[in-house]
């Protein structure tokens, strides 16, 4: 368990400077939130039919843009050697990497997202579920995301194989995410979607890490 | 606690291609192997087959302990130190979080850690980032894992390249420590290791 510990900490400390960390997510959505006006139009109306389905959008591309070097970083410099070699298993490894990789990427988008969604016109009452539902849609990405970065590992291009691997793994979240979020507006029955988006996460959560160290082992051999 | 080491009969591929076939070793506690053979002979791949990251194509790995044969995932992922041609370094880290999560990762303490230190020298390195350190720099902060956490079996690959004459020689005296101490060391070299090695050749 200490072991797990030192690793998680580590993780984070990496994780929190790898690709910008927290302040990625806010330029991320800065980003968006300016551009899309800019793209497609500015009348309110239309920029608030779109405005929840974009923050989705800009949380699903910001964490694969810092996915790429979850493993593959340390698999250039010899760490995943070591990583293999300690007390705790690869898939607790794996469960520690996208935990942290989580808490320094997911959480903070998770917080943009809802002030995104409002900048572009969404109503204020959303912004509890936008933010429970990018929490939770996030915890998915990233354990999805880390099974596409393990399998990309030793391949040229990795990135653009992350890409496509973790595309069809990031459709559910965004669906029953942005669902969720739009049944609300529209005042219709939101739970339904919430749950399963949850239910996608933790599943991914508890399968993942065991897809993660599996390629890993291969890239390993 | 891993105090001999039998590799039997062993053979590894890498893809279609054959590396080597039929190599046997025993090491016992207190022994120091060189492995030897021509680039591209499998002296990695037979260090990475011992560390159980390569599945051999025949043959197996043993690790026994003081009351017979261990298991040989909990043997690895408690005895065994192995230092390949990367360092596992982050350059983002300064040299001490870097030293300091090696160590407790592999099983040592902060002390442990201190001391070793202290030992290679690293003193004066401690806060700087990795990436302003020298190859051989990079590689007594590696080293100073294999000394800080107990571990029996240190598996080696060309560990003293970067160094120099004099750090080869401290880190010569380091190994015959560790041997002493009933250590096994498996180093795969071209240049000759700074103690009494029995040597093995690859693929001859």
Redesign the interface.
């Given at each position: 368990m200490t072991g797990f510990l030192v690793l998680f900490r580590r993780e984070l400390a990496l994780a929190w400077g790898r690709g910008g960390g927290p302040l990625l997510a806010l330029a991320f959505f800065a980003c968006t939130a300016t551009l899309l006006p800019l793209a497609v139009g500015s009348q309110p109306a239309r920029l608030a039919a779109v405005a929840t389905g974009s923050a989705w959008l800009a949380l699903a591309l910001a964490s694969l843009l810092s996915l790429e070097r979850l493993f593959a970083q340390d698999y250039e410099d010899g760490a995943l050697d070591l990583l293999a070699l300690g007390p705790a298993p690869l898939e607790a490894v794996a469960f520690a990497k996208c935990l942290a990789q989580w808490l320094a990427a997911g959480a903070p988008l998770a917080f943009a997202a809802p002030l995104a969604a409002i900048a572009l016109g969404a109503s204020t009452a959303l912004a509890p579920l936008i933010f429970v539902a990018a929490l939770a849609g996030g915890l998915g990405f990233s354990f999805t995301g880390g099974i596409g970065a393990a399998l990309s590992l030793g391949g040229r291009r990795g990135g653009v194989l992350i890409a496509v691997i973790v595309l069809p793994l990031f459709a559910p979240p965004v669906i029953f995410g942005a669902g969720a979020v739009e049944a609300m507006a529209g005042g219709l029955d939101w739970r339904t979607g919430l749950m399963l988006l949850c239910a996608y996460s933790l599943a991914a959560v508890a399968l993942g890490p065991f897809a993660m160290a599996a390629a890993c082992r291969n890239a390993l051999s | 606690m891993i105090s001999s080491l039998h590799i039997e009969d062993l053979a590894v591929d890498r893809g279609d291609r054959r590396l080597f076939a039929g190599f046997g070793l025993d090491l016992r506690a207190g022994e120091a192997v060189a492995l030897v053979g021509r680039n591209g002979a499998g002296k990695t791949s037979l260090l990475?087959a011992v560390?159980?990251?390569?599945?051999p194509a025949a043959g197996r790995v043993r690790f026994a302990g003081a009351a017979g044969d261990l298991d040989p995932d909990e043997a690895?992922?408690?005895g065994?130190?192995?230092l390949?041609?990367?360092?596992?370094?982050?350059?983002?880290?300064t040299a001490w979080?870097e030293l300091l999560?090696?160590v407790?990762?592999?099983?040592g303490s902060r002390a442990g850690a201190e001391a070793a230190r202290e030992r290679l020298d690293l003193g004066p390195l401690c806060d700087l980032e990795v990436r302003k350190l020298s190859a051989g720099q990079r590689r007594r902060l590696a080293l100073a894992r294999l000394v800080a956490s107990p571990r029996a079996l240190w598996l080696l690959d060309e560990p003293l390249a970067p160094l120099d004459a004099a750090r080869r020689a401290a880190f010569g005296a380091l190994m015959a420590e560790h041997l002493a101490g009933g250590g096994l060391i498996l180093a795969a070299v071209h240049d000759p290791l700074p103690i009494a090695a029995r040597e093995a050749e690859i693929g001859a």
């Open positions: - | 990475r560390a159980g990251f390569v599945r690895r992922s408690g065994v130190h192995l390949g041609h990367h360092d596992g370094l982050k350059t983002t880290r979080e999560f090696q407790r990762w592999t099983g």
